[in-house]
């Protein structure tokens, strides 16, 4: 394993300044083809919550859930109650924290192309199962061939997209992969909509149509031209070299070159990637990678859009107006995340996350309020409260996707040292899918437990991760990936918890002439 020193940087000095290149053709086809990965998990998140609220689907693989949701039950926040039904949701996200961390070697050993096409296939394979599934195992057993295809697509997706992309403009390209998943989202909801007047068979065609971005994410990662990052680290530098040069559109690419194997010589001495950020200089890049996924899921964002129908329609709300409220959230959702794309490198990340938090923070609090006093276990919204929640649900959903949707991926894909960044990516996306899978298999009985509670619990949650940003992250946007080590030595609590480095190779150097922006960066 690298020792201190320099070795240890990776790169030597910063060259950022002498970057050149634009926004090519190449780089904006191969980022919206790569991004389509994103469609995957977003349309699996919302197809859930509407064939769950389906009663052909329930009455087939739920019959005790289909019962009580038909026969009058006077607690309207405990309808759908069953562990079963969690189940089903949540054993995709189970499967796909697996799956990710066994990505890992792959995606640092045979390149990010080939974690995204096992992805492709694996979720063809599991849509093929649920579309045919007829009982229970076959639709759990396909449902963890679509998570294991989520693991792999969300592990290696974000490093493409970040590795590829110009550092002037990482922030917004990165964003792609949150905007495929948003649209994803709203398109399961409108596919929900449609397919819930074909009975008894719409909810083959919700889960069957998962097929469609999955095959267009294998074709697209065979087609990929694979980043010069990944390259160069396994020893092919004159074809990163080319690749580099492609995508930059100039062969004036010397600086990032330098950096790019720089950060590879010290990326090949590493043997065991794991290990490794485990050590004091990764200390930064490791909580960030625990604490930025496990914060955007404990939003309690996807309790909504996975379970927005039945959400809806625990308030009161019938089949087409709750399914109808759903595709709405999801329309928000997607355009919030071009505000984002928009702004994210002119206003940079901490601006984004904080008054992000805030309006989610106020958001929920609200709905807490008017479910409290005007809606209970066994009586009814009036039609002007009706529209007030789902108003203000959707001023939540809007403040998620143009701060913590996009930003709770992009943050931890840029932040990590070429040595470790499959092993972070892996690790980042396993906490994402352990609070997921934990919040889709506890939402329905925290719902009935907590009734409008819940809304607190959560507003509480963004709270805490809001002053966290505010204190312990600093400012990514413009920082190359292969510098962003020097980042964490500037900011004036992580340079006390990472270890002394000797003055030498130009590290003295770059640390005095970025001495005075200490004070910037909280």
């Not at 995606?107 to 599991?126: D, H, M, Q």
């Amino acid at each position: 394993m690298a020792g201190g020193g320099v070795a240890a940087l990776g790169v030597h000095t910063e060259r950022a300044a002498q970057y050149k290149g634009r926004m090519t053709l190449a780089v904006a086809m191969t980022c919206l083809v790569a991004a389509v990965g994103g469609a995957i998990f977003g349309y699996d998140i919302g197809i859930s919550g509407g064939v769950t609220s389906m009663d052909p689907f329930l009455e087939k693989f739920f019959p005790a859930v289909f019962h009580k949701k038909n026969s009058g039950s006077k607690n309207n926040y405990c309808k759908y109650d069953n562990q079963g039904l969690a189940a089903f949701t949540s054993s995709l996200y189970l499967a796909g924290l697996v799956a990710s961390l066994a990505a890992s070697p792959v995606t640092r050993n045979y390149g990010r192309k080939a974690s995204i096409v096992c992805g492709g296939v694996s979720f063809l394979a599991g849509a093929t199962l649920n579309v045919a599934a007829v009982n229970l195992p076959m639709l759990i057993l396909g449902r963890i061939l679509l998570g294991v295809g989520i693991g792999f697509g969300n592990q290696a997706v974000p490093l493409y997209l970040s590795e590829m992309a110009p550092a002037h403009l990482r922030g917004g390209l990165n964003m792609m992969f949150q905007l495929a998943t948003t649209l994803g989202i709203f398109t399961a909801n409108l596919i929900n909509y449609g397919t819930q007047n074909i009975k008894p068979w719409g909810w083959r065609l919700s889960l069957g149509l998962a097929a469609v971005p999955a095959l267009l994410m294998t074709l697209g990662g065979l087609l990929l031209p694979e980043t010069p990052n990944s390259l160069i680290e396994r020893g092919r530098a004159e074809e990163g070299r080319r690749v580099l040069e492609r995508i930059r559109g100039t062969a004036d690419v010397d600086a990032e070159y330098t950096d790019m194997v720089e950060a590879s010589e010290l990326a090949n001495t590493i043997e065991h990637p794991f290990r490794n950020i485990l050590e004091r200089r990764n200390r930064p890049q490791l909580v960030m990678a625990v604490c930025m996924p496990a914060f955007q899921i404990l939003t309690g964002i996807n309790s909504i859009l996975f379970y927005a129908p039945v959400l809806f329609q625990s308030m009161g709300f019938g089949g087409n107006a709750s399914l109808y409220s759903s595709v709405l959230t999801g329309a928000v959702l997607f355009s919030s995340t071009l505000i984002s794309i928009g702004t994210v490198d002119r206003l940079g990340r901490r601006k984004l996350l904080i008054s992000g938090g805030i309006q989610m923070i106020v958001c929920q609090v609200i709905v807490a309020v008017i479910l409290g006093v005007k809606f209970g276990a066994d009586k009814q919204l009036s039609r002007s409260y009706s529209i007030a929640v789902v108003v203000v649900i959707c001023l939540f959903v809007l403040a998620f996707g143009w701060s913590w949707g996009p930003l709770g991926w992009t943050v931890p894909s840029e932040i990590f040292p070429l040595e470790t960044r499959s092993a972070g990516q892996s690790i980042t996306v396993a906490v994402n899918l352990l609070f997921t899978f934990a919040v889709a298999q506890a939402f329905l009985s925290l719902l009935c437990a907590f009734k409008f509670g819940i809304f607190l619990f959560f507003a509480g949650w963004i709270t805490v991760m809001t002053v966290f940003v505010y204190i312990f992250l600093p400012e990514t946007k413009g920082v190359p990936i292969e510098e962003m080590v020097l980042l964490w030595r500037k900011h004036w609590f992580w340079k006390k918890v990472m270890p002394d480095m000797p003055l030498e190779d130009g590290w003295g150097a770059a640390e005095g002439n970025a001495a005075p922006a200490d004070k910037n960066h909280k």
